[in-house]
């Protein structure tokens, strides 16, 4: 027999038509942005961002489905103050004719006054096999209760506390005053490097048969062979694959997360290379070929990103690197080692604004270029805005490594970039 509830009677369980469709409409008068998220009894799959305008939003849903709630960009629970248990609304069947159920985020749902807490129910057992010591920033971020007690790293919630330089091991410089005329130097005149057709593109003096006076940018016309070209395009397509670009928002919790927001500026697509891709051999022989060019370690690198840039997409004008001194833990990008992977019909120059100098892309060809000054690397270099043009015919297929001044990969492993995939 088929049992059905009224809606907003939160006692009644209805015995769920699986295949029947019912339409679920989420309204948050909240002053928090709210995402609502899918229960799949691990992480959730977001599913909606709800404004706090009480603006509604409808979704397709089941009987059965259940939903959790979370501030806007971040996993952080919006909670019942009074009861200090966070909002999940379940699905129940009804007998209303439109087949619609309802979802009201109430005004004085905020986040939690407990900080240390367990956002989903399998955090226990993510901390029991051990997650809280082999990914340490997702797991305290998101399932400190449980690292609390396995692993005492509650304290290291405030990012203030688990984000240092002491802590994490990255005080060694990879550049003092002066290293990197001599890197550059290094690459236009050794031998060495001549099978990778070394071409200064702009030197200070001009020198090495520059075609501009200015800070110096190299390309090296044969850096990637097709096998690595073929693993790198390989590889974006592992894990999540292509996605929308996205800035940083700012820092909204004392654990050091930002939101994420599509990027306006940069409207490309871009994949990070990890797990999986990183693994792949052409994949290693490119970051390993960097590391032997620059001296400095994978450590210090973002992971590869690969970029995908579709007629009519661009990267507008920006600096790689923040502004005066970075006293983040890896601080300054340092260089960029940009890689394009195939031949572009028409558009997609890289351009350095300030220097009016454009590079064209060129299947193989590596762009390599600093972000800070050679008689101080802790400060930023204002000569090195860029962009990259539009597609204007065609597609554009590129990679890059930004390499800081210190560790990244640790600064990463603890959360500590505002990143936590
Ligand atoms: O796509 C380009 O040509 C430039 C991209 C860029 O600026 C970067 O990856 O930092
Ligand atoms: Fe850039």
């Given at each position: 027999?088929?049992?059905?509830?009224?809606?907003?009677?939160?006692?009644?369980?209805?015995?769920?038509?699986?295949?029947?469709?019912?339409?679920?409409?989420?309204?948050?008068?909240?002053?928090?942005?709210?995402?609502?998220?899918?229960?799949?009894?691990?992480?959730?799959?977001?599913v909606?961002?709800?404004?706090?305008?009480?603006?509604k939003?409808?979704?397709?849903?089941?009987?059965?489905?259940?939903f959790?709630?979370?501030?806007?960009?971040?996993?952080?629970?919006?909670?019942?103050?009074?009861t200090?248990?966070?909002?999940?609304?379940?699905?129940?069947?009804?007998?209303?004719?439109?087949?619609?159920?309802?979802?009201t985020?109430?005004?004085?749902?905020?986040?939690?006054?407990?900080?240390?807490?367990?956002?989903?129910?399998?955090?226990v057992?993510?901390?029991?096999?051990?997650?809280?010591?082999?990914?340490?920033?997702?797991m305290i971020?998101?399932c400190c209760?449980?690292?609390?007690?396995?692993?005492?790293?509650?304290?290291?919630?405030?990012?203030?506390?688990?984000?240092?330089r002491?802590?994490?091991n990255?005080t060694?410089?990879?550049?003092?005053?002066?290293?990197?005329?001599?890197?550059?130097t290094?690459?236009?005149?050794?031998?060495?490097?001549?099978?990778?057709?070394?071409?200064v593109?702009?030197?200070?003096n001009?020198?090495?048969n520059?075609?501009?006076?200015?800070?110096?940018?190299?390309?090296?016309?044969?850096?990637?062979?097709?096998?690595?070209?073929?693993?790198?395009?390989?590889?974006?397509?592992?894990?999540?694959?292509?996605?929308?670009?996205?800035?940083?928002?700012?820092?909204?919790?004392?654990?050091?997360?930002?939101?994420k927001?599509?990027?306006?500026?940069?409207?490309s697509?871009?994949?990070?290379?990890?797990?999986?891709?990183?693994?792949?051999?052409?994949?290693?022989?490119?970051?390993?070929?960097?590391?032997?060019?620059?001296?400095i370690?994978?450590?210090?690198?973002?992971?590869?990103q690969?970029?995908?840039?579709?007629?009519?997409?661009?990267?507008?004008?920006?600096?790689?690197s923040?502004?005066?001194?970075?006293?983040?833990?890896?601080?300054h990008?340092?260089?960029?080692?940009?890689?394009?992977?195939?031949?572009v019909?028409?558009?997609?120059e890289?351009?350095?604004?300030?220097?009016d100098?454009?590079v064209?892309?060129?299947?193989?060809?590596?762009?390599?270029?600093?972000?800070?000054?050679n008689e101080?690397?802790?400060?930023?270099?204002?000569?090195?805005?860029h962009?990259?043009?539009?597609?204007?015919?065609?597609?554009?297929f590129?990679?890059?490594?930004?390499?800081?001044?210190?560790?990244s990969?640790?600064?990463?492993?603890?959360?500590?970039?505002?990143?936590?995939?």
């Amino acid at each position: 027999q088929e049992e059905t509830c009224t809606p907003g009677d939160d006692t009644c369980i209805a015995s769920p038509k699986p295949n029947r469709k019912l339409k679920a409409t989420f309204q948050n008068l909240s002053p928090y942005r709210a995402d609502v998220h899918f229960d799949d009894g691990r992480f959730g799959n977001y599913v909606a961002t709800l404004e706090t305008n009480g603006e509604k939003v409808t979704i397709d849903s089941f009987a059965g489905h259940r939903f959790f709630i979370t501030r806007h960009g971040v996993r952080e629970g919006l909670v019942d103050p009074s009861t200090d248990e966070q909002y999940f609304f379940t699905v129940k069947e009804t007998n209303n004719v439109d087949d619609a159920v309802e979802f009201t985020l109430p005004s004085t749902a905020a986040p939690s006054k407990t900080k240390c807490k367990d956002r989903y129910p399998v955090c226990v057992n993510e901390a029991e096999r051990g997650e809280c010591t082999r990914n340490p920033g997702w797991m305290i971020v998101n399932c400190c209760k449980s690292c609390d007690e396995k692993e005492g790293y509650g304290k290291y919630l405030d990012s203030k506390v688990r984000c240092t330089r002491e802590r994490l091991n990255a005080t060694i410089p990879a550049w003092e005053n002066g290293s990197l005329d001599a890197l550059f130097t290094k690459w236009a005149t050794e031998d060495k490097y001549k099978p990778y057709e070394p071409r200064v593109i702009s030197s200070p003096n001009k020198v090495y048969n520059a075609q501009h006076e200015g800070p110096w940018i190299m390309v090296f016309d044969n850096f990637l062979d097709d096998y690595e070209i073929n693993d790198l395009m390989k590889g974006a397509n592992f894990g999540d694959g292509f996605q929308r670009s996205t800035d940083q928002g700012s820092v909204i919790a004392g654990s050091g997360e930002k939101e994420k927001k599509i990027s306006t500026h940069r409207t490309s697509s871009n994949a990070w290379c990890r797990r999986e891709c990183e693994e792949l051999d052409g994949v290693k022989r490119v970051s390993d070929r960097i590391e032997d060019f620059t001296g400095i370690s994978q450590n210090n690198y973002e992971s590869l990103q690969i970029l995908k840039y579709n007629v009519g997409e661009y990267y507008k004008t920006h600096h790689d690197s923040s502004g005066g001194k970075d006293n983040s833990v890896s601080g300054h990008r340092i260089l960029t080692f940009f890689l394009y992977l195939n031949n572009v019909l028409e558009g997609g120059e890289t351009r350095f604004t300030n220097l009016d100098i454009s590079v064209e892309p060129k299947r193989g060809r590596a762009l390599v270029w600093p972000s800070v000054l050679n008689e101080d690397p802790t400060m930023s270099d204002l000569r090195m805005y860029h962009e990259a043009r539009p597609v204007t015919k065609g597609i554009k297929f590129a990679a890059n490594h930004w390499i800081h001044q210190y560790d990244s990969k640790n600064e990463n492993l603890w959360g500590c970039s505002g990143s936590f995939a």
